[in-house]
């Protein structure tokens, strides 16, 4: 097991979160990993990482497997203006390969953003530290959990 993976299952653990981890395999787009967990593809929590322009931090937008994140929108909810987050900075404050970044288990803390398109379904999976790991999760207990602000920030 990975170590990424395993600061992610400490970090459900952690929270109180019981829930079971799923293997994807070569799943490299949210909807490969839609078929792969048998849900939606708008089930699938992308998390999608900006740099902020002017506090120079990763901020996280946990977004709809189908949607795309606005920048503008984005940097609206963020209060700052945003840019392309690069492979060493995601690195260094979530601790997470692009691709497989999880909304808990960060090595260091982080702004996030949820998607309300989220709240539409009892259930829906995000990334367990790796890009071939999920771990499925209510939208109400990620949002509580990650400590996201709810935002309209999708095209």
Not at 16 to 24: F, H, M, N, P
Not at 113 to 124: A, M, N, V
Request: aromatic share 6%; proline share 5%; glycine share 10%.
């Amino acid at each position: 097991m990975s170590k990424s993976l395993k600061r992610v299952t400490r970090a459900l653990q952690d929270l109180g979160i019981e829930t079971e981890i799923k293997e994807l395999g070569l799943a490299r787009t949210a909807q490969q990993a839609a078929d792969v967990a048998g849900c939606a593809l708008d089930q699938i929590a992308k998390s999608m990482i900006f740099k902020g322009l002017e506090s120079g931090q990763a901020i996280l937008f946990l977004t709809a497997g189908g949607n795309l994140v606005d920048t503008a929108k984005a940097s609206t909810a963020a209060q700052e203006p945003l840019g392309k987050a690069d492979a060493a900075l995601i690195r260094a404050q979530t601790g997470f390969a692009i691709g497989g970044v999880a909304p808990v288990g960060h090595l260091n803390p982080i702004r996030a953003f949820l998607d309300p398109r989220l709240l539409e379904f009892s259930e829906i999976w995000a990334a367990a530290g790796t890009p071939h790991h999920v771990f499925p999760i209510s939208p109400a207990l990620l949002l509580e959990k990650t400590g996201a602000q709810i935002s309209d920030f999708t095209q």
